[in-house]
């Protein structure tokens, strides 16, 4: 059973950053393609930003391309999502989601298997 638990939200004012860490348990993290999400209030829960088991495949929604970056340390077993210059509209709960099967990329929810508790994130305007 993998367990994902991340960290690292919080209150920044806007054009400020953040760096969200997802420490996973488990022998075989290095294998899995690793996602982020983020889910406002009222909204659905959508796709931010996912890496392959390597580290080598990364892929991020328009809203985010360029601001953030996403990685990992499979020595550590931990995900990594880098955000610059925020926004009041990034402004949801964060969540780390992992893939077993390890495609490249994995851009759906239904298709992550487990799944972090989230952390929140506030851009203040």
């Known amino acids: 059973q993998v367990q994902l638990v991340e960290s690292g939200g919080g209150l920044v004012q806007a054009g400020g950053s953040l760096r969200l860490s997802c420490a996973a348990s488990?022998?075989?993290?290095?294998?899995?393609?690793m996602g982020w999400f983020r889910q406002a209030p009222g909204k659905e829960r959508e796709f931010v930003a996912s890496i392959g088991w390597e580290g080598g495949v990364t892929y991020y929604a328009d809203s985010v391309k360029g601001r953030f970056t996403i990685s990992r340390d499979n020595a550590k077993n931990t995900v990594y999502l880098r955000m610059n210059s925020l926004k009041p509209e990034d402004t949801a709960v964060y969540y780390c989601?992992?893939?077993?099967?390890?495609?490249?990329?994995?851009?759906?929810?239904?298709?992550?298997?487990?799944w972090g508790r989230g952390t929140q994130v506030t851009v203040s305007s």
């Open positions: 989601a992992a893939d077993p099967l390890g495609r490249a990329v994995v851009m759906l929810a239904a298709d992550y298997e487990h």
């Open positions: 488990g022998r075989t993290f290095r294998s899995y393609t």
